[in-house]
């Protein structure tokens, strides 16, 4: 081994670590002491974790790509005409590959909710408002969020009323890249 590698003889610290709870241990370690560890209550710790998910869109692709290049689209049945708000590959009833079409920028509010609460992303955002949207010739509703309104004054006159999409700058490819804002007149 040469001389000049100095070989480290304890771990480095930091102040990086474990949230510690409950960490029961005997100040004397008698032989009475020592038999009690048998009923030592578990140690419970918190520590954060991370996981890389990869996960493909597949047909649902080109929803995302518009939704980033500001364009809503959804998916028809050819034959039939019934009409995707949320797009699909297939149709329901038939099985038959939809087609994608453009969706227009404007529609109405079907039904609301007011989230006080809400998973870990939106739990900073409470409370806020989720719309069904009802677009002009498509057969599905629309689960998205509605900015510019103040979620405490919640009304039965919003339903029926005109919005119009909005698109986050800075696409996160997620659904959230639209939401609606009431319609300026």
Known sequence: ??????????????????ILFNVPFPVELDDAA???????????????????YIHSYAQ????????????????????????YANPRAHDMFSGNETEWVVMPNEGTIHAFTVCHFGSEEFLPQTPFV?????????????????????????????????????YVRNSKMKPTDVYFVPKEN
């Open 130 to 166: 989720l719309i069904l949207v009802e677009f002009e010739g498509a057969d599905t509703l629309f689960l998205a969020r509605l900015m510019g309104i103040d979620p405490h004054e919640a009304s039965l006159d919003w339903i029926g009323m005109k919005i119009e999409a909005r």
């Open 60 to 83: 649902d692709s080109a929803f995302f790509a518009g939704l980033a290049n500001k364009v809503f689209l959804g998916s028809r049945e050819p034959e039939t005409g019934y009409t």
């Open 34 to 52: 020592l038999q009690s560890l048998k009923n030592t209550h578990p140690i419970i710790i918190k520590q954060p974790y991370q996981i890389d």
């Open 1 to 18: 081994m040469p001389d000049n590698k100095k070989i480290p003889r304890k771990l480095e610290e930091n102040d990086d670590g474990q």
